[in-house]
């Protein structure tokens, strides 16, 4: 009896589902103060494994969701799915694209699809009707740019569809997003690279099930993040606050620890929660263009969640900012006498430009140093 309680809770809570809160068919006490509830719903397992901290440090195709600004930090076109296994047969689907124009700014477009098996209806008066279906689609088109003194903007534009059974709704809204360089204007040594984040979601028209209606869950999401280098790699530290207009405060804590760019170590922790202790587990690894991701969230009785996610990097940019990156780093590491990581990431190089003159010139230099 206190798991059924506890699921019809967390069915209430993550309501794509808040079209429950509407329908004739499904029945719920205590429903939440407003509709489209899976707009709350975090996106992708580098945010889940660190916490949901990532409104000042998100640079992927996943800003999206905690702040389009980070669009702007993009260097090259991405295409990213990530599948999202909840419990008692809850799972989304994403799939998100960037395009950063070299003059214009970064567009992107994505889709978030939400469904659960098929569930026991009833009406108000506690009848049962049937099994039915429900399934949440958000559809956003997003751009974000890169301004003056370190500063990056966004916005995205919101469709947003419920469907329970034969009733469903539209609605329509908009997030606007900002990124500051805090430490370069601070000029603080060794905080170069702290940064701020600012992002106000789900700005919009009201959610429609016949003659009811629901706000939908405004919230404004603020933050900072630092990145510094730990043994040689580095350690990315962020903070998340929330304000949202159906429930009290809550904050997000999280860190990122990339080992030699190959793989990344995850932790983090969210305040407020009602099922589970609030931590996230993760990781990730890096294969040349090609990066998989993966999340553990714990939701008490319930269990965990399995979050997995795979970005892929194209074009001639990401070629080159792979180039660029470890060469660079492989030559921090032989000016610093650490011939062995040189020449793994001289071989990233080669791996990605076999004919680079430069890299087989610096790995043949870091192994006559081991010699």
Avoid at 208 to 222: A, S, T, V
Wanted: a neutral charge.
């Amino acid at each position: 009896m206190k798991r059924l309680k506890i699921l019809e809770a967390t069915l209430i809570t993550f309501t794509f589902l808040s079209a429950c809160e509407f329908s004739p068919f499904v029945h719920a006490s205590d429903p939440g103060t407003t509709g489209a509830n899976f707009l709350k719903i975090g996106i992708g397992p580098r945010a889940a494994g660190m916490g949901e901290a990532q409104v000042a440090v998100c640079n992927d195709v996943a800003s999206v969701f905690w702040n389009p600004a980070g669009l702007a930090r993009i260097g090259s076109q991405e295409a990213s799915f990530m599948y999202n296994l909840w419990f008692e047969g809850i799972r989304s689907q994403y799939f998100g694209y960037t395009y950063p124009h070299p003059t214009i700014g970064t567009f992107a477009g994505s889709i978030n699809y939400l469904s659960m098996d098929k569930i026991e209806g009833y009406t108000a008066n506690d009848v049962k009707t049937g099994k039915v279906t429900a399934y949440d689609l958000l559809g956003v088109l997003s751009y974000g740019r890169k301004l003056a003194y370190g500063i990056d903007v966004g916005i995205n534009l919101k469709l947003i569809q419920q469907k329970l059974e034969k009733e469903s709704s539209s609605a329509f809204g908009v997030d606007i997003g900002v990124i500051g360089g805090l430490g370069r204007w601070l000029k603080v040594k060794g905080m170069e690279e702290l940064t701020i984040g600012l992002n106000l979601q789900n700005l919009g028209s009201k959610v429609n099930f016949q003659k009811e209606e629901g706000n939908l869950p405004l919230n404004f999401k603020f933050g900072a993040g630092l990145t510094k280098e730990v043994f040689g790699d580095p350690l990315t530290i962020a903070i998340d606050g929330n304000l949202p207009n159906d429930t009290n405060f809550y904050g997000s804590f999280g860190i990122e620890y990339w080992v030699r760019d190959l793989i990344a170590l995850r932790l983090g922790y969210r305040s407020g929660e009602d099922l589970g202790n609030g931590l996230g587990f993760g990781g990730g690894i890096k294969v040349n263009i090609f990066q998989l991701d993966y999340a553990l969230v714990h939701f008490g009785e319930l269990g965990y969640t399995h979050r997995i996610g795979i970005v892929t990097r194209f074009g001639k940019e990401a070629k080159a900012i792979l180039i660029e990156r470890a060469f660079k780093k492989g030559m921090e590491y032989y000016n610093g006498g650490k011939y062995p990581e040189a020449i793994l990431e001289f071989n990233k190089v080669l791996g990605l430009d076999p004919e680079n003159e430069k890299a087989l010139e610096m790995m043949k230099r870091a192994n006559e140093k081991i010699k």
